[in-house]
């Protein structure tokens, strides 16, 4: 057993994460306790994928199938650093007004790695008229 | 790695759809001539403007730009209907 599956299991038993987390953890690094491994197909996301489709056999919209390489969007939030702070505030106050608090000076890959842990398979019907469906592969 | 070549597809007046590879390769090496043209400068700036005090930012550009070329490739975008869908790939 590796030290970090005995890390995991010893906080599960003092009880600082939960059964949840701790099941998450395990299947990030390649294993659980109960089962034999199985690798996951989450442990290490290679692409992002974002589809839109248009809802209905009949409808001819157009659709957009786009992947992105994870190692694209990390090198991507490098470039954050570069907008001006006055953007920056324009930016973080138009993103507020949507509802999303997001602080561009603190955002890390560790954030981004913590994202696409979490998305499993989102799909957001809009409007009616399309479909989109953002996951990792 | 670096992405070669660039796929492009987009649809025809004729049934088959045409594909073009683009040499992205040469690109690269044009842009590499003009990057160890500029060397001389850029570093006389990045070394002026670390005087001024804000040189780290001349400084982590083109690292950043070569790391997001280099990381282009598996970049896929389809966009279109269904008859009709234009591609581009970076391989």
Same mark, same amino acid.
């Given at each position: ?28 690094? @390649?294993?659980? /306790? ?14 992002? !994928? ?6 209905? /056999? ?20 490098? +470039? ?23 602080? %561009? ?13 979490? *998305? ?7 409007? @009616? ?5 953002? &996951?990792?592969? | ?23 992205? %390769?040469?690109?690269?090496? $044009? $842009?590499?001539?003009? &990057? ?6 850029? *570093? ?9 005090? &804000? @040189? !780290?930012? @001349?400084?982590?550009?083109? /690292? *950043?730009?070569?790391?997001?070329? +280099?990381?282009?490739?598996? *970049? ?13 790939? +970076?391989?």
């Amino acid at each position: 057993m590796s030290n970090e599956k005995k890390r995991i299991l010893e906080m599960l038993s003092k009880k600082k994460i939960t059964i949840d987390e701790a099941e998450r953890l395990l299947t990030a690094l @390649g294993g659980s /306790p109960g089962a034999g491994t199985e690798p996951s197909g989450k442990a290490h996301p290679k692409y992002l !994928r974002v589809q839109v489709e248009p809802v209905g /056999p009949q409808s001819e919209g157009d659709r957009v199938n786009i992947r992105v390489p994870m190692n694209l969007i990390r090198a991507g939030l490098k +470039w954050v650093s570069f907008i001006p702070k006055e953007v920056q505030g324009k930016m973080k106050t138009a993103f507020i007004e949507k509802g999303i608090d997001v602080d %561009f000076n603190k955002l890390k890959a560790e954030d981004l790695e913590e994202l696409v842990r979490n *998305l499993n398979d989102l799909q957001v019907e809009v409007d @009616g008229r399309d479909k989109v469906r953002i &996951f990792c592969e | 790695m670096i992405p070669m070549w660039m796929k492009l597809r987009f649809p025809s007046k004729e049934k088959r759809p045409v594909i073009l590879y683009v040499p992205l %390769f040469l690109v690269w090496i $044009l $842009l590499l001539v003009l &990057f160890v043209l500029i060397l001389p400068i850029w *570093l006389i700036a990045s070394a002026i403007a670390c005087a001024l005090g &804000f @040189g !780290r930012t @001349g400084l982590a550009l083109i /690292p *950043l730009i070569v790391s997001t070329l +280099w990381h282009l490739k598996g *970049l896929e975008v389809d966009v279109g209907s269904r008859d009709r869908m234009i591609t581009m790939k +970076w391989l």
